[in-house]
């Protein structure tokens, strides 16, 4: 493992776990991307527990390559379909900025880890 795959991994396990904070406390920012994508509130502590546990598997990737990069896989691909829903509803700027970086960080961290 190279360092950069460990800041990579670090840096998106800390995202996630503030970004599923932010599903659980339903953040007023968090409900209005939601809304805005057409994502039902109930929703928003499932893909808030998605988050959350991605981020302990990026962490546990570091003593077990496999679900590190089982993590790095299955955020990339919570991720495109971020994108993908910013991109339906034609929300081409605040909303998907978000959602794009996630991705390039999910997919460095996923590159990295090869």
């Known amino acids: 493992m190279n360092s950069a795959h460990s800041i990579l991994s670090?840096?998106?396990?800390?995202?996630?776990?503030?970004?599923?904070?932010?599903?659980?406390?339903?953040?007023?920012?968090?409900?209005?991307?939601?809304?805005?994508v057409g994502c039902p509130p109930n929703l928003c502590n499932i893909l808030g527990l998605i988050k959350?546990?991605?981020?302990?598997?990026?962490?546990?990737?570091?003593?077990?390559?496999?679900?590190?990069?089982a993590a790095a896989v299955g955020l990339s691909i919570y991720f495109v379909l971020a994108v993908g829903a910013h991109l339906r509803v034609k929300d081409y700027f605040?909303?998907?900025l978000p959602a794009i970086v996630m991705l390039a960080i999910s997919t460095a961290t996923l590159a990295t880890s090869l």
Request: glycine share 10%.
């Open 52 to 69: 959350l546990l991605a981020a302990v598997g990026l962490i546990v990737g570091f003593a077990i390559k496999e679900i590190g990069i």
């Open 10 to 36: 670090i840096v998106l396990a800390v995202l996630c776990t503030a970004s599923a904070i932010g599903d659980f406390l339903k953040l007023p920012s968090v409900m209005k991307a939601a809304e805005t």
């Open 94 to 96: 605040k909303g998907i």
